[in-house]
């Protein structure tokens, strides 16, 4: 159980154009999902919360009009890169939870974009 | 702000070796640390996860331990195989938003 799919797992872009990663929990309603990004050599930083229904919770530094969250069902998150630069390239990684404090995240197989 | 740490940043090993991750956090009001795996250009493996609650847990030839007190916790991986290598991550739940707070890792070879 705790199965959470994420897609594309690779994905390459030309700069400027945007892309849209999924991240759906297979067999639980997840609330609450979180996006991660990874970059060579160094550990994931979180980026966003969001909760189904309501608009995400960004971290600091981190653009909101850049990547886009949308989180519409309680099985399906989205991440939209906007504008996507080549320093935008990285690993993105997604996690989901049934919600509630102190539950664990199931976390996605991660998606590479290479932006050229 | 909770921060987790993971010295050393690499460690290799001959196989057979019994050996120790080693893995600290700032604010020891967590809910759970848990351990994972990462294998190049992959996602996470969940390897062992501890409640705030529990001293240890086991998984086959993995024991972790963790003391919330101190803010610490090790992952012993008993008779080292060259499959075991990877990068280790230790990563905290805390904080009001249950925020999932990671090190950098610990990238393991294993020699055969």
């Known amino acids: 159980g705790a199965v959470v799919s994420q897609h594309p797992s690779r994905v390459i872009c030309k700069s400027g154009t945007s892309v849209k990663i999924e991240c759906r929990s297979l067999d639980f309603q997840a609330t609450t999902m979180f996006w991660y990004r990874q970059f060579p050599k160094q550990s994931l930083m979180l980026m966003a919360t969001?909760?189904?229904?309501?608009?995400?919770?960004?971290e600091q530094g981190v653009e909101k009009d850049k990547f886009l969250i949308n989180h519409a069902s309680l099985t399906l998150s989205t991440l939209t890169v906007t504008s996507a630069h080549p320093e935008d390239s990285s690993f993105y990684i997604c996690?989901?939870?049934?919600?509630?404090?102190?539950?664990?995240?199931?976390f996605g197989p991660g998606t590479r974009l290479t932006v050229t | 702000k909770q921060e987790v740490t993971q010295i050393p940043a690499a460690l290799s090993v001959p196989e057979g070796e019994n050996l120790v991750l080693n893995c600290s956090f700032t604010?020891?009001?967590?809910?759970?640390l848990q351990w994972f795996r990462q294998d190049p250009g992959k996602g996470l493996t969940s390897l062992l996860l501890?409640?705030?609650?529990?001293r240890e847990q086991t998984s086959g030839r993995l024991n972790a331990s963790l003391d919330k007190s101190s803010g610490r916790s090790t992952l012993y991986i008993a008779a080292s195989q060259p499959g075991d290598s990877a990068t280790y991550l230790c990563?905290?739940?805390?904080?009001?938003?249950?925020?999932?707070?990671f090190g950098k890792g610990i990238t393991l070879s294993v020699r055969p």
């Open positions: 604010d020891s009001a967590i809910y759970n």
């Open positions: 996690s989901a939870s049934p919600g509630g404090q102190g539950i664990e995240q199931y």
């Open positions: 501890i409640q705030s609650s529990q």
């Open positions: 969001s909760n189904e229904g309501s608009k995400a919770t960004y």
């Open positions: 990563a905290v739940l805390s904080g009001a938003n249950s925020k999932l707070t």
